[in-house]
């Protein structure tokens, strides 16, 4: 798996081994100057996440990541937030996804990526399943936020990959509803959702952060801006880099890895050994079916202004 997050600060990484998981939450610190954008990659060597920038670096490392396959979904939780409803929710990510993958790649050309909503599902844990179904989720955390204290984490994006090919297996994202204030449209900005959402969405196609300031994928976000709702020249060489244009996609099935499933895994039945359900690496991966997860946070430049004090996040060692 890889986590990615918008952050107003935040630095760090740590790793723990779960059945075949190799979960490793590594925070990617990007800006690097006279760089372009960057794609996060895998170290087979290492098994540790890095990236791969444009101009490539002499310390650049590894494998990018990507979908193997054009055809991609995401669900939202149900519940959305107190501060913004399922069906807010549901045209800021629309609209997010599409400035993706309407990106123009030149002469008319788009990313050769299509990305389908399945609709909102009950699960709101961001886990992914070698033997049971998932979904790539979207979900607030409004009673909690364990990723660092006082609005100092806006996002976070966990994809889960092959450490062998970087092959992209499954993608939940995090948004900071507990003590950040999100806002929509054009007035009385605070932390602009659709910002935010298009951010994420960068690190959920396999993008990490840029060098470029005026980018979507720079690592700070300015609170009270709108400043990352559209794609800069860096972020469209990125994403056609990902997902060059090509022949239109024919048949698609967005359909998440062993199926999909409206449930987390504890709520869902076990499945038969003889199903052939555990995660394994592609036939161009080699064996062993290892995966990982890393971390990229968007750091902010001021602190958000509520009403009255802010609530304590909850701290957790990164």
Request: include cysteine.
């Amino acid at each position: 798996m890889r986590r990615s997050d918008l952050a107003p600060a935040g630095r760090g990484a740590r790793a723990r081994a779960v059945a075949s998981l190799t979960l490793v939450a590594a925070a990617l610190a990007l800006p690097r100057a006279a760089l372009a954008y960057c794609r996060t990659s895998v170290c087979p060597e290492t098994q540790s996440t890095a990236a791969v920038c444009n101009p490539q670096q002499a310390t650049d490392c590894g494998i990018p990541l990507a979908w193997p396959s054009p055809c991609v979904s995401y669900s939202l939780q149900e519940d959305a937030s107190d501060q913004v409803t399922l069906a807010e929710t549901e045209a800021i990510f629309e609209q997010a996804f599409a400035t993706w993958t309407a990106a123009d790649c030149g002469g008319g050309t788009t990313p050769r990526m299509e990305v389908t909503y399945l609709g909102p599902i009950s699960c709101d844990a961001h886990e992914y399943n070698q033997r049971k179904g998932n979904a790539n989720i979207i979900t607030f955390r409004d009673d909690g936020w364990p990723y660092g204290s006082g609005g100092s984490t806006l996002a976070l994006t966990t994809v889960t990959y092959n450490l062998k090919n970087g092959e992209i297996y499954d993608a939940d994202m995090e948004i900071n509803s507990f003590d950040v204030t999100l806002s929509m449209g054009d007035d009385d900005v605070s932390f602009d959702l659709l910002s935010i959402a298009t951010h994420e969405v960068g690190h959920f196609l396999g993008l990490s952060h840029s060098a470029e300031v005026s980018a979507t994928m720079y690592a700070d976000y300015r609170p009270e801006s709108t400043m990352l709702r559209d794609l800069d020249d860096d972020d469209r060489a990125g994403i056609c880099s990902v997902y060059p244009p090509g022949e239109p996609v024919e048949a698609c099935d967005p359909t998440p890895r062993h199926g999909f499933s409206d449930l987390c895994a504890v709520d869902q039945p076990d499945r038969e050994e003889s199903g052939g359900c555990a995660a394994a690496p592609s036939s161009t991966g080699g064996g062993g079916g290892l995966l990982a997860a890393a971390a990229a946070a968007l750091g902010a430049l001021a602190r958000a202004r509520r009403g009255g004090a802010a609530r304590p996040g909850r701290e957790r060692a990164r």
